[in-house]
Nanobody, 124 residues
Framework: QVQLVESGGGLVQAGGSLRLSCAAS????????MGWFRQAPGEEREFVAA????????SYSDSVRGRFTVSRDNIKNTVYLQMNSLKHEETAVYYC?????????????????WGQGTQVTVSS
């Protein structure tokens, strides 16, 4: 079992930055690919970014590439999402997810464990 707890959300002005963190419990963190997803009100949950178990490979959605950076610290069992140049339309609940395998996927259904989410509100 893996338990995930996100933090770092909040209110930020458009153009600002936030850094989300996701703390994981469980001995399998170092072998788990991790993903970030978001869900805006009335919308489906969508892929944002992912990182392989060792951190060497990353993937981003087209909408965030170049502005967001995913990273991880396998000593601290934590994955991060640095978000820069935030846009109002990126207001959403951001979720951290883990999967049992080491390589990246972008499909929601391929992730086994989910956090409760953290609210990010970007004011226009």
């Amino acid at each position: 079992q893996v338990q995930l707890v996100e933090s770092g959300g909040g209110l930020v002005q458009a153009g600002g930055s936030l850094r989300l963190s996701c703390a994981a419990s469980g001995r399998t963190f170092g072998t788990s690919a991790m993903g970030w997803f978001r869900q805006a009100p009335g919308e489906e949950r969508e892929f944002v970014a992912a990182i392989s178990s060792g951190g060497r490979s990353t993937s981003y959605s087209d909408s965030v590439r170049g502005r967001f950076t995913v990273s991880r610290d396998n000593i601290k069992n934590t994955v991060y999402l640095q978000m820069n140049s935030l846009k109002h339309e990126e207001t959403a609940v951001y979720y951290c997810a883990a999967r049992a395998l080491h390589y990246i996927v972008t499909s929601i259904g391929d992730y086994n464990y989910w956090g409760q989410g953290t609210q990010v509100t970007v004011s226009s």
